[in-house]
């Protein structure tokens, strides 16, 4: 695990700071850019981690951050049910605008916007998560109380 921090895995751990948290982002050698890489990078189980997926609505074009279980897939129609629109996974270009981060390294927090976020239910059963920390080699570990207090997140049923 490297100890010097990119420029953007840095904003992550500034805004983790500016929540008072002390988890520390680390970067691996090895991409952690799905959720199965992740948890063999990190060595804990797929279901661990915290996976930020941007939707767009379809009528509205708004961002909407669900972070999921690694194991889970999102289902759509309940999220389209929670928003009342229809909504779409996100192209690379609209991830990078809203959030300021590229797919594969989302983190669930430090965006250039505020996004509506929702959590899965399922990650409540962890003691500890791993999320994505702002590139594809970057992570890091919190509780999934603290996940929902640095996104103020609704919990819901996403899977």
Known sequence: MSRELSKKAQVVQEALREFGLSCEVVQLPDSTRTAKEAAQAIGCSVDQIAK?????????????????????????????????????????????????????????????KKIDTFI???????????AAAGTPHAVFKLT????????????????
């Open 52 to 112: 930020s997926i941007v939707f767009k609505g379809i009528q509205t074009g708004r961002p909407y951050l669900v972070v999921a279980r690694g194991t889970k897939r999102v289902d759509e129609r309940k999220l389209e049910a929670i928003v009342r629109e229809p909504v779409e996974k996100a192209d690379a270009d609209f991830v990078r605008r809203e959030t300021g981060f590229a797919i594969g390294g989302v983190p669930p927090l430090g965006h250039t």
């Open 120 to 130: 899965d239910e399922g990650l409540s059963q962890h003691e500890s998560l791993w």
């Open 144 to 159: 999934p109380e603290d996940l929902s207090r640095i996104t103020s997140g609704l919990i819901v049923k996403i899977s």
